[in-house]
């Protein structure tokens, strides 16, 4: 091995070619540990964009198609599914209308002849460098129908609304529903409280009217048999659904006692099926037309996290329905997904006749890692959800799911609605016991979120935010600080953010890293580094923090920055990403680049911190962010240390690598990348926290990996 001296005059000749690629680990095409491949939260394996499976990362909407199939709208998929089909009968993914289109949107409709999909795409006649929100129109059979005046790249857009940023969904809000009849396209427009209509062929406008009464936003459209139009319409957050005809008349029937109608459909039997996404309720309502005002007929399933068992996942327990569906064989399609920076929370179920699950589809884990429980370790957490898997198990495509099911999600929106994780992102987190109590934590965050556990349900318990940005405007709402490093520690263990429970760390903007370890000290990682050990845990094991007593170790001479870390008080060992002074007064690192050097130091328990080894990381940097390579995150697990790559797919490079060294010496022992088992392939591994692992009894360790192309969370199953 080097000494530290000689790796500091390896940085030297190595910033003379501006880019690092240490020895041998590095070699494409070498050979990958004998590890299996497994994942979870994706229904479907993921592939390549052309020939694999997945299920999108969003779910919008849904469309029963002529011919049976199911078509569903996604305002993103990373993967370029941004809407896309799936077989009625079985779920199985089945194409696109658009190839490679990865915006979608949130509504849809059909007239027999075309297919209209609300989204956002470049308006090709406008000087706007900016996205538009609008419709797009295609063949029933998949491909562009464009018309002469038709915009966007194949000139079948039409835009009616200019977006501020082309991946921000800011200024102009999305359209939010769609109907076609009698040759018209009718278009629910909440930017200006209209319903605008145009020719289904020419796209030409033709009206537009208001609601009544005016000050009303419209939300879904659902066309009747006669061609009248049952519109939802909300005031002040409250819903209703009202009849209009095709003129924009009020036919003085409405339904009234609904709170939020996010989806319509009609049965078999004509019955009007509205879904009310309220958080009390969250389920599925039959209206009987047939008098003069429309009754209440029956319903079906309820939120997930109503009591008794909140959290607990059941086909019949839903997180905001987003849209519905009726089958000619009577099968009921029901999607769900919650918006916000949650990632992936997608769901497609179809029921039978008796309202018995028949399949479902899910892509619950986008930007996400799972983490398992050190003392369960069939038992994983991701960010919102708990698992339970059989890594002896290959997993397979379809439902149901091999080797790994859904079991809760971990947030209870209605109870908790101040939970970080609704209003930022968490990406990726960490799992670990403590005098019996079970905590969660979001590494690297900021705010970085802690909570402990109550049944299934993470209650938050504390947060560590380093700066202010554009979100602090409104979340959370009664924050008194402002332009500062703050903390939140919850004194009353009540899950809420009252305005005395919020505590200034320290001036101005700061970056950095924060990590938990495992008896509840909070570090902050950095340029310097900062260290909250709890006051006090109380009985139901809250930690309680005092910024005021924030201690600040020294960080060792030679170091720039430490990056992404972990500590074992157990063992007094610390390892960390690093990047060393040589390299930062020698190298043009860019803004990505965490690390350089990866190290174990003993001795952080006296603060006497002392290397015990040092090796160098791969990273490239060519002025191109998709091609360059850098560490992304790492874990500790049993006798080994496990770096996650950001690795570019050029050059031969295999996806989803995860490099493997000794933690008693640093040296290298393989490494691991995405098996034939999902294709060979996934995404980005550009998370803050990408990767947990787990030693098992029988010395089995568990790699958890991000795959943000496919919606999911890979496992390495390895045993050395």
């Given at each position: 091995?080097?000494?530290r001296?000689r790796?500091?005059m390896?940085?030297?000749l190595?910033?003379c070619v501006?880019?690092?690629?240490p020895g041998?680990p590095?070699s494409a095409?070498?050979?990958?540990l004998q590890?299996?491949?497994r994942?979870l939260?994706?229904?479907?394996?993921?592939g390549?964009?052309?020939t694999?499976?997945?299920?999108?990362?969003?779910?919008?909407?849904?469309l029963?198609m002529?011919?049976?199939?199911?078509?569903?709208?996604?305002?993103?998929?990373?993967?370029s599914?941004?809407f896309?089909?799936y077989?009625?009968?079985?779920?199985k993914p089945?194409?696109?209308?658009?190839?490679?289109?990865?915006?979608?949107?949130?509504?849809l409709a059909?007239?027999g002849?075309?297919?209209f999909?609300?989204?956002?795409?470049?308006?090709?006649?406008?000087e706007?460098?900016?996205?538009w929100?609008?419709?797009?129109r295609?063949k029933l059979?998949?491909?562009?129908?464009?018309w002469?005046?038709?915009n966007g790249g194949?000139?079948?857009?039409l835009p009616?609304?200019e977006?501020?940023?082309?991946?921000?969904p800011?200024?102009?809000?999305p359209?939010?529903?769609?109907?076609?009849?009698?040759?018209?396209l009718?278009?629910?427009d909440?930017?200006?409280?209209r319903v605008?209509i145009?020719?289904?062929e020419t796209?030409?406008?033709?009206?537009e009217?208001a609601l009544?009464?005016?000050?009303?936003?419209?939300g879904r459209i659902l066309?009747?048999p006669d061609?009248?139009?049952?519109?939802a319409?909300?005031?002040?957050?409250?819903g209703?659904?009202?009849?209009?005809?095709a003129q924009?008349?009020?036919?003085?029937?409405?339904i009234?006692?609904?709170e939020h109608?996010?989806?319509?459909?009609?049965?078999r039997?004509?019955k009007?099926?509205?879904?009310?996404a309220?958080r009390?309720r969250d389920?599925?309502?039959?209206?009987d037309?047939a008098?003069?005002?429309?009754?209440?007929?029956g319903?079906?399933g309820?939120s997930v996290?109503?009591e008794?068992?909140?959290?607990?996942v059941?086909?019949?327990?839903?997180?905001?329905?987003?849209?519905?569906?009726?089958g000619?064989?009577?099968?009921?399609?029901?999607?769900t997904?919650?918006?916000?920076?949650?990632?992936?929370t997608?769901?497609?179920?179809?029921f039978?006749?008796?309202r018995?699950?028949?399949?479902?589809?899910?892509?619950?884990e986008f930007?996400?890692n799972?983490?398992?429980?050190?003392?369960?370790?069939n038992t994983?957490y991701?960010?919102?959800s708990?698992f339970?898997?059989d890594?002896?198990?290959?997993t397979?495509d379809?439902?149901?799911?091999a080797g790994w099911?859904?079991?809760?999600?971990?947030?209870?929106?209605a109870?908790?609605?101040?939970d970080v994780?609704?209003?930022c992102?968490?990406r990726?987190?960490?799992t670990?016991n403590?005098?019996?109590?079970?905590?969660?934590?979001?590494?690297?965050?900021?705010?970085?979120g802690?909570?402990?556990?109550?049944?299934?349900?993470?209650?938050?318990?504390a947060l560590?935010a380093?700066m202010q940005r554009?979100?602090?405007?409104?979340?959370p709402?009664n924050?008194p600080?402002k332009?500062c490093?703050?903390?939140?520690?919850?004194?009353?263990g009540d899950?809420?953010?009252q305005p005395?429970e919020?505590q200034k760390i320290?001036?101005?903007?700061?970056g950095?890293?924060?990590?938990?370890?495992?008896?509840?000290?909070?570090?902050?990682?950095?340029?310097?580094?900062?260290?909250?050990k709890?006051?006090?845990?109380?009985?139901?094991?809250?930690?309680?923090?005092?910024?005021?007593k924030?201690?600040?170790?020294?960080v060792p001479?030679?170091?720039?920055?430490f990056g992404?870390?972990r500590?074992l008080?157990a063992?007094?060992?610390?390892?960390?990403?690093?990047?060393?002074?040589?390299?930062?007064?020698t190298?043009?690192l860019?803004?990505?680049c965490?690390?350089t050097?990866l190290r174990?130091?003993?001795?952080w328990?006296?603060?006497?911190?002392?290397?015990?080894?040092s090796?160098?990381?791969?990273w490239r940097?060519?002025?191109?962010r998709?091609?360059?390579w850098r560490?992304a995150?790492?874990?500790?697990?049993g006798?080994?240390v496990?770096?996650a790559?950001?690795w570019s797919?050029?050059?031969?490079?295999?996806?989803?690598?995860?490099?493997?060294?000794r933690?008693?010496d640093?040296?290298y022992?393989?490494?691991?990348f995405?098996g034939?088992?999902?294709?060979?392939?996934?995404?980005?591994?550009?998370?803050?926290?990408?990767?947990?692992?787990?030693?098992?009894a029988?010395?089995?360790?568990?790699?958890?990996?991000?795959d943000?192309?496919?919606?999911?969370v890979?496992?390495y199953?390895?045993?050395?």
């Amino acid at each position: 091995m080097f000494g530290r001296y000689r790796w500091e005059m390896l940085w030297l000749l190595m910033a003379c070619v501006g880019w690092l690629i240490p020895g041998l680990p590095l070699s494409a095409g070498e050979a990958p540990l004998q590890q299996a491949t497994r994942w979870l939260g994706n229904t479907y394996h993921g592939g390549n964009r052309d020939t694999g499976l997945w299920m999108q990362q969003k779910l919008e909407d849904i469309l029963l198609m002529p011919d049976g199939r199911i078509l569903t709208n996604s305002e993103w998929d990373e993967a370029s599914h941004g809407f896309a089909w799936y077989d009625g009968k079985t779920g199985k993914p089945a194409g696109t209308p658009a190839k490679y289109a990865a915006c979608g949107g949130r509504a849809l409709a059909c007239d027999g002849k075309y297919i209209f999909v609300a989204r956002f795409d470049k308006n090709t006649k406008s000087e706007s460098k900016y996205a538009w929100h609008g419709v797009s129109r295609y063949k029933l059979e998949g491909g562009p129908a464009p018309w002469p005046e038709g915009n966007g790249g194949d000139g079948s857009f039409l835009p009616l609304h200019e977006k501020i940023e082309w991946w921000k969904p800011n200024g102009a809000w999305p359209l939010n529903g769609l109907a076609a009849v009698a040759g018209e396209l009718f278009v629910a427009d909440p930017n200006g409280r209209r319903v605008r209509i145009f020719d289904a062929e020419t796209m030409a406008a033709k009206r537009e009217f208001a609601l009544e009464p005016e000050t009303d936003t419209p939300g879904r459209i659902l066309a009747a048999p006669d061609g009248n139009l049952w519109i939802a319409q909300f005031a002040d957050g409250t819903g209703r659904v009202r009849l209009y005809d095709a003129q924009g008349k009020f036919l003085d029937r409405e339904i009234n006692d609904i709170e939020h109608p996010a989806a319509m459909a009609w049965d078999r039997d004509g019955k009007l099926i509205i879904a009310d996404a309220s958080r009390t309720r969250d389920h599925l309502r039959w209206y009987d037309l047939a008098g003069d005002q429309p009754k209440l007929a029956g319903t079906f399933g309820g939120s997930v996290f109503a009591e008794p068992n909140p959290g607990v996942v059941a086909p019949d327990r839903f997180w905001n329905i987003t849209g519905v569906a009726v089958g000619t064989d009577g099968g009921l399609f029901v999607s769900t997904y919650q918006p916000g920076p949650l990632g992936g929370t997608a769901i497609l179920r179809k029921f039978d006749t008796e309202r018995k699950l028949v399949w479902q589809n899910e892509a619950i884990e986008f930007f996400s890692n799972g983490c398992a429980d050190p003392a369960s370790p069939n038992t994983v957490y991701t960010l919102t959800s708990r698992f339970e898997i059989d890594p002896g198990t290959p997993t397979q495509d379809g439902w149901p799911h091999a080797g790994w099911k859904h079991a809760a999600w971990t947030l209870n929106p209605a109870k908790y609605p101040d939970d970080v994780r609704l209003s930022c992102a968490q990406r990726g987190v960490i799992t670990f016991n403590n005098n019996g109590h079970r905590y969660l934590m979001a590494p690297g965050s900021s705010p970085a979120g802690l909570w402990r556990f109550d049944g299934e349900i993470a209650v938050p318990v504390a947060l560590f935010a380093l700066m202010q940005r554009g979100w602090i405007d409104h979340w959370p709402a009664n924050l008194p600080l402002k332009e500062c490093a703050w903390l939140w520690s919850d004194g009353n263990g009540d899950g809420q953010m009252q305005p005395d429970e919020y505590q200034k760390i320290q001036d101005g903007e700061h970056g950095g890293y924060w990590y938990i370890d495992d008896e509840l000290t909070v570090w902050r990682t950095g340029g310097w580094m900062w260290r909250f050990k709890p006051e006090s845990i109380d009985e139901r094991g809250i930690p309680h923090y005092n910024a005021a007593k924030k201690e600040e170790p020294k960080v060792p001479a030679d170091v720039h920055s430490f990056g992404a870390m972990r500590y074992l008080p157990a063992q007094d060992v610390f390892v960390a990403f690093t990047i060393p002074k040589t390299a930062a007064q020698t190298m043009k690192l860019p803004w990505y680049c965490n690390a350089t050097e990866l190290r174990r130091y003993s001795g952080w328990k006296d603060d006497k911190p002392e290397l015990v080894w040092s090796v160098p990381l791969p990273w490239r940097d060519t002025g191109n962010r998709g091609n360059d390579w850098r560490p992304a995150g790492l874990d500790v697990a049993g006798e080994y240390v496990f770096v996650a790559m950001d690795w570019s797919s050029d050059r031969g490079r295999e996806h989803g690598q995860v490099l493997v060294y000794r933690l008693a010496d640093g040296s290298y022992v393989g490494r691991m990348f995405a098996g034939p088992e999902v294709g060979g392939s996934s995404g980005c591994i550009d998370i803050s926290n990408p990767i947990g692992a787990v030693r098992r009894a029988d010395g089995t360790y568990l790699v958890f990996v991000e795959d943000d192309e496919y919606g999911k969370v890979l496992c390495y199953v390895w045993k050395p």
